[in-house]
């Protein structure tokens, strides 16, 4: 098997950050240590450079049919983009198909991403029924590597609605299979009367978007997740979290014993809802809406504190023109934004450049929680065993986030001036160098299929 020294960088491993010597063999990592003249196929210098564990992001929508459009990014573009910007392994979504089997989306996922994916991938099964029949089906999914589902708590027009009830129901099949529950919270009675009640007075304009489903409509539909996950013992894991009281109901439920979990996106951690405010405002339309400074404000702490466990992008790039579909209405913005390039520099700038993560704390939440959480075991950080998934970090360097600098084929950035500090400068997955610089330097269809197994507790 082919060797490859990465020589005198500075290797984060758990909460130890010091300067080591990484042995890669193959597809794996081998030693990580003071490995002195041991002679290897390659040696690759990594003096004054990072060498952190390839980010995972498990939030991302592939050839997502939403809202009277696709996604722009399918498992070419979107691995591309996701490399590129560090992250070397995914976790999509895929609806049930309507009338269709939850295990139809295995194959219907291998097919999409069979010659394309650069990187590795798994997905996580969405419902769009909960008949018993589709019940059943959560345990073959559990046994085809698929562990995590997902159920929308609104939605109705896109037939995506899981009413409260019916996530009883799922939580506790989801209890009973050993699977976990991801949910879209908010409370769909409430959105809808948000959205009939701005549309009625004429107040159309993006905005309104974020007056539509105010802060109490996540906040009421998370209460009802984790109460239904109490009453079940299901585990919830409530995706894309934006209001300063989220993390505390996640410590209350934790406190009465819950297995409860949660996230927030880049976005929600840099802007505020002003950006609806401007022209181009639609560009930033996703859900639940951008919130307050004083949001922003109580997500970063939460990451510290352990109460939201990691950090995804949320990718669901539209194009310009269908987000236009709603230039006079902001109910029919397909709601999201590409964002699976910027997430690992974003936070890396953002949260440790600012003084607001520590170094071990930004791998935890940008790889090893996710892959931890999600059961990609042989992901997430740099133990020997592990697979070499890689990514070498200039933390010196400055530079604009922007179009000009992106890889995504999306017409528009949501991150268009952001002054960066931190640049990848190599990725590597499974031992292959993929990203060299500016330089895709592997062929897409490399990438494989993860079997997760998620542990049995959690505990991070
Ligand atoms: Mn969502
Ligand atoms: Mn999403």
Known sequence: MKTKIIRGGTVVLAQTVSQQDVLIRGEAIAAVGQLGELAADEIIDAGGLLVLPGGVDTHVHFN???????SVHDYRTGTIAAAFGGTTSVIDFANQPFGGTLLSTVDMKKEEARGKALIDWNFHPSFTDTSDRTLAEIRACVAAGAPSLKAYMTYRDEGLLVEPPDLKRVLAAVAEAGAMLLVHAED???????????LAGGRTA?????RSKPHLVENKANETAVRLARETGGRLFIVHMTTAEGPELIAKARAAGADVWGETCTHYLIYTEAMLEREDGLKWVCSPPLRTQADVDALWPSLVSGLLSQVTSDDAAYWMEAKRFGKDRFDLIPN??????????LLYS???????????????????NPAHIYGMRQKGSLLPGKDADIVLFD?????????????????YHAFEGLEITGRVQKVFSRGDLIVDGDELVAEPGRGRYVHCVLPERLSI
């Open 395 to 411: 933390p010196t360097a400055r530079w604009t986030m922007g179009q000009a600098t992106s890889h995504s084929p999306c017409d």
């Open 336 to 345: 999201g934004m590409p964002g699976i390039e910027p997430r690992f520099h």
């Open 64 to 70: 997502d049919a939403f809202m009277g459009t696709v």
């Open 188 to 198: 769909n009675d409430l959105a809808e009367a948000g959205i009939a009640r701005e």
């Open 350 to 368: 953002e949260g440790v450049a600012k003084g607001r993560l520590s170094l071990p704390r930004f791998v935890e939440l940008v790889a090893t």
């Open 206 to 210: 993006p905005i309104y978007h974020a």
